[in-house]
Protein backbone atom coordinates (compact mmCIF):
# COMPACT_ATOMS: atom_id res chain seq x y z
CA UNK A 1 0.00 0.00 0.00
CA UNK A 2 1.20 3.37 -0.75
CA UNK A 3 2.66 5.58 2.10
CA UNK A 4 0.61 8.64 3.14
CA UNK A 5 1.83 12.21 4.62
CA UNK A 6 -0.31 14.18 7.09
CA UNK A 7 0.40 17.19 9.51
CA UNK A 8 0.58 16.08 12.73
CA UNK A 9 -1.82 18.24 14.31
CA UNK A 10 -4.80 20.59 13.48
CA UNK A 11 -7.14 23.34 15.30
CA UNK A 12 -10.52 24.14 13.72
CA UNK A 13 -13.03 26.68 15.11
CA UNK A 14 -16.01 25.32 16.17
CA UNK A 15 -18.90 25.61 13.50
CA UNK A 16 -16.05 26.42 10.75
CA UNK A 17 -15.24 23.61 8.13
CA UNK A 18 -12.05 21.31 9.11
CA UNK A 19 -10.11 20.67 6.10
CA UNK A 20 -7.72 18.14 6.22
CA UNK A 21 -4.97 17.00 3.96
CA UNK A 22 -3.15 13.93 2.71
CA UNK A 23 -0.30 13.61 0.63
CA UNK A 24 0.02 10.19 -1.03
CA UNK A 25 2.09 10.83 -4.05
CA UNK A 26 3.55 6.96 -4.90
CA UNK A 27 -0.69 5.88 -5.02
CA UNK A 28 -1.30 3.52 -7.67
CA UNK A 29 -4.30 3.47 -9.95
CA UNK A 30 -6.17 0.60 -8.34
CA UNK A 31 -5.94 1.94 -4.73
CA UNK A 32 -8.47 3.71 -2.79
CA UNK A 33 -8.06 6.55 -0.59
CA UNK A 34 -9.74 6.12 3.11
CA UNK A 35 -10.18 7.94 5.92
CA UNK A 36 -11.04 7.09 9.56
CA UNK A 37 -10.90 8.66 12.76
CA UNK A 38 -10.11 7.92 16.05
CA UNK A 39 -11.41 9.66 18.88
CA UNK A 40 -9.47 8.68 22.42
CA UNK A 41 -9.75 5.18 23.82
CA UNK A 42 -12.86 4.23 21.04
CA UNK A 43 -12.77 2.05 18.35
CA UNK A 44 -11.63 3.79 14.40
CA UNK A 45 -14.62 5.35 12.46
CA UNK A 46 -14.84 4.92 9.06
CA UNK A 47 -15.63 8.50 7.48
CA UNK A 48 -15.51 8.10 3.87
CA UNK A 49 -13.74 6.68 0.73
CA UNK A 50 -12.62 7.34 -2.91
CA UNK A 51 -11.14 6.34 -6.03
CA UNK A 52 -10.87 9.19 -8.66
CA UNK A 53 -13.99 11.03 -7.82
CA UNK A 54 -15.28 13.39 -5.27
CA UNK A 55 -17.06 11.82 -2.93
CA UNK A 56 -19.96 13.15 -0.25
CA UNK A 57 -21.45 11.49 2.62
CA UNK A 58 -23.48 12.81 5.89
CA UNK A 59 -20.32 12.84 7.89
CA UNK A 60 -17.74 14.25 5.30
CA UNK A 61 -16.37 15.17 2.02
CA UNK A 62 -13.56 13.55 0.51
CA UNK A 63 -12.00 16.10 -2.93
CA UNK A 64 -8.95 14.13 -4.39
CA UNK A 65 -6.84 15.96 -6.94
CA UNK A 66 -6.82 15.44 -10.62
CA UNK A 67 -3.11 13.47 -10.30
CA UNK A 68 -4.73 11.86 -7.52
CA UNK A 69 -1.14 12.66 -5.44
CA UNK A 70 -3.10 14.17 -2.91
CA UNK A 71 -6.88 14.55 -0.86
CA UNK A 72 -8.44 16.44 1.77
CA UNK A 73 -11.28 15.50 3.86
CA UNK A 74 -13.39 17.97 5.27
CA UNK A 75 -15.86 18.49 7.97
CA UNK A 76 -18.07 21.36 7.02
CA UNK A 77 -19.30 22.19 10.20
CA UNK A 78 -16.49 21.47 13.05
CA UNK A 79 -18.04 20.31 16.02
CA UNK A 80 -16.62 19.52 19.56
CA UNK A 81 -17.40 15.87 19.24
CA UNK A 82 -14.90 16.01 15.76
CA UNK A 83 -11.87 16.43 18.35
CA UNK A 84 -10.11 13.33 17.27
CA UNK A 85 -6.88 11.42 15.40
CA UNK A 86 -7.56 11.56 11.51
CA UNK A 87 -5.89 8.69 9.21
CA UNK A 88 -6.01 9.07 5.59
CA UNK A 89 -4.81 5.55 4.25
CA UNK A 90 -4.41 4.16 0.59
CA UNK A 91 -4.57 0.63 -0.50
CA UNK A 92 -5.83 -1.86 -3.32
CA UNK A 93 -9.35 -3.12 -1.94
CA UNK A 94 -9.18 -6.15 -1.07
CA UNK A 95 -5.63 -6.41 -0.82
CA UNK A 96 -4.89 -6.93 2.47
CA UNK A 97 -6.75 -7.67 5.84
CA UNK A 98 -4.60 -5.90 7.94
CA UNK A 99 -5.35 -1.70 8.44
CA UNK A 100 -2.77 0.20 8.85
CA UNK A 101 -3.09 3.86 10.35
CA UNK A 102 0.09 5.53 10.11
CA UNK A 103 0.30 8.49 12.32
CA UNK A 104 -2.77 10.51 11.48
CA UNK A 105 -3.57 14.19 12.08
CA UNK A 106 -4.76 15.36 15.64
CA UNK A 107 -7.59 18.32 14.97
CA UNK A 108 -8.90 19.70 17.76
CA UNK A 109 -11.86 21.93 17.20
CA UNK A 110 -11.44 24.42 19.86
CA UNK A 111 -14.82 26.59 21.02
CA UNK B 1 -23.10 4.10 12.06
CA UNK B 2 -21.76 0.69 12.07
CA UNK B 3 -23.97 -1.79 13.95
CA UNK B 4 -20.89 -3.74 15.47
CA UNK B 5 -20.87 -4.49 19.10
CA UNK B 6 -18.34 -5.54 21.79
CA UNK B 7 -18.87 -6.94 25.71
CA UNK B 8 -17.84 -6.02 27.99
CA UNK B 9 -16.24 -1.93 27.14
CA UNK B 10 -13.95 -2.73 30.21
CA UNK B 11 -12.54 -5.95 31.99
CA UNK B 12 -9.96 -6.17 35.03
CA UNK B 13 -9.08 -9.58 35.65
CA UNK B 14 -6.42 -11.87 37.60
CA UNK B 15 -3.75 -13.76 35.92
CA UNK B 16 -4.97 -17.16 34.97
CA UNK B 17 -8.27 -16.35 34.64
CA UNK B 18 -9.92 -17.56 31.55
CA UNK B 19 -11.71 -14.77 29.54
CA UNK B 20 -14.16 -14.62 26.38
CA UNK B 21 -14.62 -10.97 24.74
CA UNK B 22 -17.81 -10.95 22.83
CA UNK B 23 -17.76 -9.34 19.28
CA UNK B 24 -21.41 -8.96 16.97
CA UNK B 25 -22.86 -7.39 14.17
CA UNK B 26 -25.90 -7.08 12.77
CA UNK B 27 -24.53 -6.26 9.48
CA UNK B 28 -24.36 -9.81 7.47
CA UNK B 29 -20.26 -9.42 7.24
CA UNK B 30 -19.04 -12.06 6.27
CA UNK B 31 -15.35 -10.98 6.65
CA UNK B 32 -14.51 -9.98 10.49
CA UNK B 33 -11.14 -9.15 12.24
CA UNK B 34 -9.68 -8.90 15.51
CA UNK B 35 -7.05 -6.28 16.01
CA UNK B 36 -4.56 -5.64 19.33
CA UNK B 37 -4.41 -2.11 19.93
CA UNK B 38 -2.01 -0.13 22.79
CA UNK B 39 -2.55 3.63 23.74
CA UNK B 40 -1.21 5.83 20.34
CA UNK B 41 0.67 2.75 18.82
CA UNK B 42 -0.72 1.08 15.64
CA UNK B 43 -3.55 -1.67 15.52
CA UNK B 44 -2.27 -5.52 14.86
CA UNK B 45 -4.45 -7.75 13.59
CA UNK B 46 -4.59 -10.77 15.37
CA UNK B 47 -7.45 -12.97 14.05
CA UNK B 48 -9.80 -13.04 10.86
CA UNK B 49 -12.43 -14.88 9.56
CA UNK B 50 -13.49 -15.11 5.84
CA UNK B 51 -17.42 -16.68 6.63
CA UNK B 52 -19.00 -19.10 9.08
CA UNK B 53 -16.43 -22.16 10.48
CA UNK B 54 -12.73 -20.10 8.47
CA UNK B 55 -10.65 -18.00 10.71
CA UNK B 56 -6.66 -17.64 10.55
CA UNK B 57 -4.66 -16.03 12.76
CA UNK B 58 -3.36 -12.67 12.01
CA UNK B 59 0.49 -11.00 11.94
CA UNK B 60 0.46 -10.43 15.06
CA UNK B 61 0.87 -13.78 17.48
CA UNK B 62 -1.45 -14.31 19.69
CA UNK B 63 -2.18 -16.74 22.46
CA UNK B 64 -6.06 -16.19 22.15
CA UNK B 65 -8.38 -18.27 20.23
CA UNK B 66 -11.51 -17.55 18.27
CA UNK B 67 -14.61 -19.21 16.42
CA UNK B 68 -17.09 -18.47 14.13
CA UNK B 69 -19.79 -20.57 14.62
CA UNK B 70 -22.34 -17.93 13.69
CA UNK B 71 -22.42 -14.81 10.47
CA UNK B 72 -22.92 -12.28 13.25
CA UNK B 73 -20.71 -13.71 16.14
CA UNK B 74 -16.79 -13.51 16.34
CA UNK B 75 -16.20 -14.25 19.91
CA UNK B 76 -12.19 -14.12 21.45
CA UNK B 77 -10.93 -16.24 24.12
CA UNK B 78 -7.92 -16.22 26.32
CA UNK B 79 -7.32 -19.34 28.21
CA UNK B 80 -5.33 -17.89 30.61
CA UNK B 81 -4.50 -14.32 31.12
CA UNK B 82 -1.33 -12.81 31.47
CA UNK B 83 -0.67 -8.99 32.18
CA UNK B 84 1.42 -8.69 29.11
CA UNK B 85 -2.30 -9.27 27.82
CA UNK B 86 -3.30 -6.08 29.14
CA UNK B 87 -4.35 -4.03 25.99
CA UNK B 88 -7.45 -3.02 24.14
CA UNK B 89 -9.23 -5.68 22.11
CA UNK B 90 -10.86 -4.18 18.87
CA UNK B 91 -12.94 -6.34 16.89
CA UNK B 92 -14.22 -4.93 13.32
CA UNK B 93 -16.31 -6.47 10.04
CA UNK B 94 -16.49 -6.09 6.71
CA UNK B 95 -18.41 -7.47 3.53
CA UNK B 96 -17.72 -8.80 0.08
CA UNK B 97 -19.66 -6.79 -2.12
CA UNK B 98 -21.16 -3.31 -2.37
CA UNK B 99 -20.07 -0.12 -3.07
CA UNK B 100 -18.06 -0.40 0.54
CA UNK B 101 -17.17 -3.95 0.16
CA UNK B 102 -14.10 -4.32 2.11
CA UNK B 103 -14.27 -1.11 4.34
CA UNK B 104 -13.71 -2.12 7.80
CA UNK B 105 -16.20 -0.92 10.54
CA UNK B 106 -15.34 -1.15 14.12
CA UNK B 107 -16.50 -1.98 17.54
CA UNK B 108 -15.95 0.49 20.41
CA UNK B 109 -13.23 -2.01 21.14
CA UNK B 110 -12.50 -3.98 24.90
CA UNK B 111 -9.92 -2.48 27.07
CA UNK B 112 -8.44 -5.47 28.95
CA UNK B 113 -6.31 -4.84 32.22
CA UNK B 114 -5.03 -7.95 33.76
CA UNK B 115 -3.68 -7.25 37.19
Known amino acids: DAKTTQPPSMDCAEGRAANLPCNHSTISGNEYVYWYRQIHSQGPQYIIHGLKNNETNEMASLIITEDRKSSTLILPHATLRDTAVYYC????????????FGSGTQLTVLP | EADIYQTPRYLVIGTGKKITLECSQTMGHDKMYWYQQDPGMELHLIHY???????EKGDLSSESTVSRIRTEHFPLTLESARPSHTSQYLCASSETSGRTWDTQYFGPGTRLTVL
Open chain 2, 49 to 55: SYGVNST
Open chain 1, 89 to 100: IVRVAGSARQLT
